[in-house]
């Protein structure tokens, strides 16, 4: 038993579609490709940043000098402060004037986290500029 199922034309019909189906498939490949190689391509980088190459800036009379030793403790022009006196202690050294520069030292083995600690609270004492202080002649190794 057989059953015929055109309807008497025996030519095939030419089809004007293109047909997307490889194209979804290509585009769903390298969607899985890129999906696995981009957290593959980040890496984590030593970054060594406290030498810097740019020109130097012409020093104020009297510098507010802020730095945090490898111990983390922290010196305001070569005395040192206890963090939770930080702020009377700027305002002491400047005067009460807030747009003073600060500037800022740290060891290179002081962790980024307690860097940013001291700038917070910095930020938290309304002393908003805030120089950092590298060493001069370009990077070190």
């Known amino acids: 038993m057989s059953i015929r199922l055109d309807h008497g034309d025996d030519t095939l019909g030419e089809l004007h579609e293109i047909n997307v189906t490889p194209f979804i498939d290509v585009m769903?490949?390298?969607l899985i490709i890129?999906?696995?190689a981009a957290p593959l391509a980040t890496v984590d980088i030593a970054v060594n940043l406290p030498a810097a190459n740019a020109e130097q800036q012409p020093r104020p009379d009297?510098?507010?000098?802020?730095?945090l030793k490898s111990?983390?403790?922290v010196t305001l022009d070569n005395v040192a402060v206890?963090?939770?006196?930080?702020?009377a202690a700027l305002d002491r050294a400047s005067g009460g004037d807030k747009e003073q520069r600060v500037f800022l030292r740290a060891d290179k083995?002081?962790?980024y986290g307690e860097l940013m600690a001291l700038m917070d609270e910095l930020r938290g004492a309304n002393y908003l500029h805030v120089a950092l202080v590298a060493l001069d002649g370009g990077p070190t190794q």
Not at 62 to 67: D, S, V
Not at 82 to 87: I, M, N, Q, S
Request: no cysteine; aromatic share 4%; hydrophobic share 55%.
């Open 28 to 30: 769903l490949v390298l």
């Open 71 to 73: 111990d983390l403790s």
């Open 82 to 87: 206890a963090r939770h006196t930080l702020a």
């Open 62 to 67: 009297k510098p507010l000098t802020l730095t």
């Open 109 to 111: 083995t002081v962790p």
């Open 34 to 36: 890129f999906m696995i």
